[in-house]
Structures are given as structure tokens and as C-alpha cells.
């Protein structure tokens, strides 16, 4: 058997509204879920972008948030919560 990867079709199937619409979904139920772990007094926001794919960030956007991920993982344990596979490279 032979398989041939049509790279091109993946790339548009990534960069597709359809992607866009879940990896956006995702990044708001993450960040709804680390703003409801730092409380309403620190600001968490979404960065939606495109490279080869569609993606999105979540940013704790406060001086505090690389303490509260190294010390607590919420944004770990945000991904972790709506069944993303969270690794560490």
C-alpha cells in the first residue's frame, strides 16, 4: 500500500473558519477557566492569529502571571480542564 500526503489540503483544512471557530472556542473556555482561577482583578486575554494553521493564545496580561503559572499552572490546569493535551517540550 502507498500513501500519498496532500500537504497542500492540510494547510487549507488548518487556516479553514471551521478550525478557526474551534481553536477559538477552546481559547475563550481556557481563558474563561484561568480568569476564573486568578479572580476578576487580574486581566486574562485571547490573541487569535495565523501562521501555517489557525491558533489562538491565552495571556494572564499582569505582571503576576508568570508567577501564578510557575506556582500554580492555572493555565495548565485551564487547558488541562476543557481536555486539551497539555506537554511540556
Do not use: F
Amino acid at each position: 500500500m502507498e500513501v500519498e500526503v496532500d500537504y497542500a489540503g492540510i494547510g487549507e483544512v488548518a487556516r479553514s473558519d471551521e478550525v478557526r471557530q474551534m481553536v477559538n472556542q477552546a481559547a475563550d473556555r481556557i481563558a474563561a477557566a484561568t480568569r476564573t482561577a486568578v479572580g476578576p482583578d487580574i486581566p486574562v486575554t485571547v490573541s487569535e492569529y495565523t501562521t501555517d494553521r489557525e491558533a489562538a493564545a491565552v495571556t494572564i496580561a499582569d505582571r503576576r502571571g508568570l508567577g501564578l503559572q510557575a506556582r500554580d499552572g492555572v493555565l495548565t490546569r485551564a487547558a488541562s480542564g476543557i481536555g486539551a493535551d497539555v506537554r511540556i517540550r
